[in-house]
């Protein structure tokens, strides 16, 4: 049971999220195995200005040991 969390800057459009979705799920159930019906996808707008604070301290940050692929820039 995959869920996939995203925060990205606000901005992009449904049809862009979309088809964020549409790649991440054909790429997870490629990479494997899952099921369409058992995975789930957020995507949460995030203001610019509270990224450090609520994206990149807590999630990045805080949990670098988990993460597959860093970042390539420094907090802001």
């Known amino acids: 049971?995959?869920?996939i969390s995203i925060k990205m800057y606000t901005g992009r459009?449904?049809?862009q999220?979309?088809?964020i979705a549409d790649a991440l799920t054909a790429a997870m159930m490629a990479s494997s195995g899952c099921s369409d019906a058992s995975l789930s996808?957020?995507?949460e707008?995030?203001?610019p200005a509270a990224w450090t604070e609520t994206v990149y301290k807590p999630?990045?940050?805080?949990?670098?040991?988990h993460l597959y692929k860093k970042p390539g820039y420094?907090?802001?």
């Open 1 to 3: 049971m995959p869920h």
């Open 13 to 15: 459009s449904e049809e």
């Open 17 to 19: 999220k979309r088809a």
């Open 41 to 43: 996808i957020t995507i």
């Open 45 to 47: 707008d995030v203001d």
């Open 59 to 65: 999630e990045i940050e805080a949990r670098s040991a």
């Open 74 to 76: 420094p907090p802001s």
